[in-house]
């Protein structure tokens, strides 16, 4: 079984009361394929420049990531995000976002990647994530992210792509302005009813609610003592939760809910270094052990 | 056994999107005894004026709640608050606080109180907590609130205080600024250091978290669609937390644990009617029906 990611493949610089890292690897698909590959074979599907180098991609070989959809532009130079966390890290400014060849992105799947069981589209133009439904093949289990950015927009084209994905992930502000609801339980409810069988908002330190046809699944963040870089926590989270689906081989309501667990899991190890300095080192059994210590977190007996 | 609390007893105004009401009875001490009352018996220490009036402390004796401690000055005011909820709910002004005789306010414990196994010091100032704890005989379980301004005003009593109680139950803003940490983990952890088995961080719409010697337990709120007025949410969590615990006989962490659980049922009915109107009202079959409902929502099998 595997997994087919869209999405970005960036160079971050961050800072955050913690320090500060120039130009690390990042991007959205960058963390959801690393954070997949712990439990599962990821397809990777994004666009670099050709000063991303050699170096870089081999840490997508390392984790036995598939890059043949990883476009290399010649002379072309890498997306690139600045941005800098405030003393309670729940707050970024963007400082810097240069798109560059991720300006000219249009996503191609190749033919080995049509027909994968789970597909996620990582938050990207909505046009675009339209454009890579269309070259699917068989019936793969979709999962989307988007932002503010392409709800202020895009509108009406995230409502049709939301009518053809199975899983939406959201964040609770992007969540509310979505679906027009203050409460966030009624939001999740209201989104579930525009398309979506499942619809997971992520509250940050605040933990994730997965909303299920009817019923409500409820997860805290795993409680951490120093938060030193939150970027890229969503997109392990989803790459997480993805690839422990694809590994376990069910699909029913409890296989589900242990990926929220999973998922929440790796998006704390996220955290705990800048950029995908932890996420990139962190094993299958460094997971276990942390699943096991959480469930205990929140396990009446 | 039963739980004496020590706090306040008001009427409150209160509007929010929702409605608004006019002098209906509120107060620390009122929204713990109507919650713990569900489960135990209680008995109140606090202070009324004289316009209170025989029907609202019918209210109390409804509930089985001994009012020998609860003192009704002759020509005095009660306690008076005005607040109002923005739209988020997350958000409150105070309009207008007259502390009228709560401002003489000098807690006596009735000689039958003096030998409970369990005490709560409500939302008062420091010094008047200290009083209580001279009067107390035996070695009760000892449960505190407080407030940011009394962690401005009294911060090295408030110390004094926390190194002869068992339980903290402080909201995640109090829990930073009385620890000095920033971060709530690293908060919880700290005031655990400084005096009580116990800490509890509310966190609100968010849940809360139960720091028990090392060990730390989370639980998400109870997801509401519709919060009416959130006044009264913490001291009914309280409230119902000591209720629990006095009625279920038993003190190890296992307790604790479904005392959190039953706490976070009963702070959610407090949410959804204004003042004290839907936890008056509020009976033991239906917190018992939500738990079984809320637990399975983090529950994994």
């Given amino acids: 079984m595997s997994i087919v990611v ?5 160079f971050d610089s961050i800072s955050s009361p913690h320090g500060s890292v120039e130009r690390a690897v990042g991007g959205s698909a960058t963390y959801f394929s690393l954070a997949a590959s712990i439990f599962s074979s990821v397809k990777l599907v994004a666009v670099v420049g050709e000063d991303f180098g050699a170096e870089n991609i081999e840490l997508f070989h390392r984790k036995g990531i598939d890059t043949e959809g990883l476009e290399v532009v010649e002379g072309g130079k890498t997306f690139f995000w600045q941005g800098s966390y405030m003393e309670d890290m729940n707050e970024r400014d963007t400082i810097k976002t240069e798109l560059n060849v991720f300006e000219g992105f249009d996503p191609t799947l190749p033919d080995s990647y049509r027909s994968s069981e789970f597909l996620f589209l990582g938050n990207i133009d909505p046009d675009l994530q339209i454009r890579v439904l269309e070259q699917v093949k068989g019936d793969p289990i979709i999962g989307c992210d988007t932002m503010n950015f392409w709800i202020d927009r895009k509108r009406q084209r995230l409502h049709d792509i939301l009518k053809k994905i199975d899983i939406l992930f959201i964040n609770d502000s992007e969540a509310v302005q979505l679906s027009g609801e203050k409460n966030l339980i009624r939001a999740g409810r ?4 525009t398309g979506p069988q499942k619809v997971v908002i992520k509250k940050g330190e605040h933990g994730s609610v997965l909303f ?6 409820l997860i805290p963040a795993f409680p951490l003592e120093e938060v030193v870089d939150p970027t890229g926590a969503g997109d392990s989270y989803a790459g997480a939760f993805f690839g422990y689906l694809d590994s376990a081989g069910g699909i029913d309501n409890n296989f589900f809910k242990r990926a929220v667990v999973y998922a929440t899991v790796v998006a704390g190890f996220t955290c705990e270094g800048f950029s995908v300095e932890r996420l990139a080192r962190l094993e299958r059994e460094e997971v276990e052990e942390r699943y096991k210590r959480f469930i205990e977190m929140f396990t009446i007996t």
């Fill in 190 to 193: 209201r989104l579930i009813d």
């Fill in 212 to 217: 299920s046809g009817d019923e409500i699944f």
């Fill in 6 to 10: 869209v999405g970005s493949v960036a």
